[in-house]
């Protein structure tokens, strides 16, 4: 049985944004809608790109519920899920079999080594953090845990894109919940305010996500090992524009 490294958050970590909100009911409400079918297309293009072998070991890092990781282990795959919301894993975890299991685990600290064929961290899952080193520390847990020539594929928005339709505001009624969304950006940061009111009163909560570009990415990689063998723009995969790609989807090999 293969041996993994859990890690708890620390006293620091839970005032992070994200540990409250994730753990959050709400935070899964506000979601819930998301576009399922073009995440499958998404990943099907992916895996018809890369060819991976039959039993293929996959991370899906940041994987919340597990519904990427699920649909992946439905198509053969040995998959292992891991985030740092603890709510999120327990659900997920009712999913679990043989070849698909679940971890509440922070993707700065070490996980495995030399064990997944390809690690996924989808639908900008990255750049949470405060500091670059964080962000350092993240790729180089992603790429520690790759076999050589592993591939480690990071899907990112756009922040040119998202730069020209900041700020928005919008409000959206979801099981009888109202929530007023505002997105701005704050320095290096696309800033998303949340606000909606419960029986117990006014809620609210911030999301923080660091405007990383194309440089910042490549930096890395190169740092940890990693060389970039693609740069997708959307979930068709064609390729990148920096100035009207609605994604930045970057593809690295271990070497």
């Not at 060819?51 to 649909?71: E, F, Q, S, T």
């Not at 509440?104 to 690690?119: E, G, I, Q, T």
């Amino acid at each position: 049985m293969r041996k993994y490294y859990i890690c708890r958050m620390s006293k620091t970590q839970e005032t992070e944004w994200f540990s409250d909100w994730f753990n959050s009911s709400y935070y899964h409400t506000l979601y819930k809608n998301r576009d399922e079918t073009e995440a499958k297309r998404f990943i099907d293009s992916i895996l018809g790109r890369l060819k991976l072998r039959d039993n293929a070991r996959i991370a899906d890092i940041a994987c919340g519920r597990g519904r990427h990781a699920i649909y992946l282990n439905k198509k053969g795959y040995d998959v292992t899920g891991i985030d740092i919301s603890e709510n999120s894993i327990a659900f997920a975890r009712s999913h679990e079999n043989e070849n698909l299991r679940f971890a509440v685990h922070d993707m700065r600290k070490p996980f495995v080594s030399n064990y997944f064929d390809l690690c996924l961290n989808l639908f900008t899952s990255f750049g949470y953090f405060k500091t670059e080193h964080e962000n350092e520390l993240a790729v180089k847990t992603m790429y520690t845990a790759l076999k050589k020539e592993g591939i480690l594929l990071i899907d990112f928005f756009n922040s040119n894109t998202v730069l020209r339709q900041c700020p928005v505001s919008e409000e959206k009624d979801i099981d009888g919940i109202h929530f007023k969304i505002r997105k701005y950006i704050s320095g290096n940061q696309l800033m998303k305010d949340i606000q909606f009111k419960t029986d117990s009163g006014l809620r609210q909560y911030s999301e923080k996500v660091q405007l990383l570009r194309q440089a910042d990415f490549e930096h890395y990689f190169k740092a940890t090992g990693l060389k970039i063998t693609n740069l997708f723009g959307n979930y068709q995969l064609e390729d990148f524009k920096p100035e009207t790609s609605e994604r930045l989807i970057v593809v690295g090999q271990k070497i």
